[in-house]
Nanobody, 124 residues
Framework: QVQLVESGGGSVQAGGSLRLSCAAS??????????MAWFRQAPGREREGVAN???????SYADSVKGRFTISKDNIKSTLYLQMDSLKPEDTAMYYC????????????????WGQGTQVTVSS
C-alpha cells in the first residue's frame, strides 16, 4: 500500500506563494511512469482537479490556476510538488495529492491512492 504525505500548506496573504510537497512511500521512481495529480476541496464545494502530470510528462492545469501554479515531480525522491504563486482568497482549500495506476493522465483517469491533505488558507 502506497502512502502519500502532503506538506507545505499554511496561511498566507493574497499575492503570496506556497510550495506543496507530496512524498510517496513507494520507493525511488514511484512517481515516474504514472499519472500524479493535485486536487483541492473548499468547504461546501466539490473536490476539483488543480493540476496533473503524466508519465508522458504532459501537464494540465485547471483554468483557475493557469499561469499561477506549477506542478512538477522529482522521480528520484518520489515527490510531487505544486508551486503556488499569486495566491488568491479563492485558492483557500484542503489540497490533496493523488496517484493513479494509469501511466498518462486523461479525462477518465481514476486515482488509486490519496494523501491526507494539507490546508491552504489565503487571506485578503
Amino acid at each position: 500500500q502506497v502512502q502519500l504525505v502532503e506538506s507545505g500548506g499554511g496561511s498566507v496573504q493574497a499575492g503570496g506563494s506556497l510550495r506543496l510537497s507530496c512524498a510517496a512511500s513507494g520507493g525511488s521512481g514511484y512517481t515516474d511512469n504514472k499519472c500524479m495529480a493535485w486536487f483541492r476541496q473548499a468547504p461546501g464545494r466539490e473536490r476539483e482537479g488543480v493540476a496533473n502530470i503524466g508519465g508522458d510528462r504532459k501537464i494540465s492545469y485547471a483554468d483557475s490556476v493557469k499561469g499561477r501554479f506549477t506542478i512538477s515531480k522529482d522521480n528520484i525522491k518520489s515527490t510531487l510538488y505544486l508551486q503556488m504563486d499569486s495566491l488568491k482568497p479563492e485558492d483557500t482549500a484542503m489540497y490533496y495529492c493523488a496517484s493513479s495506476y494509469w501511466r498518462n493522465c486523461g479525462p477518465k483517469t481514476t486515482f488509486d491512492f490519496w494523501g491526507q491533505g494539507t490546508q491552504v488558507t489565503v487571506s485578503s
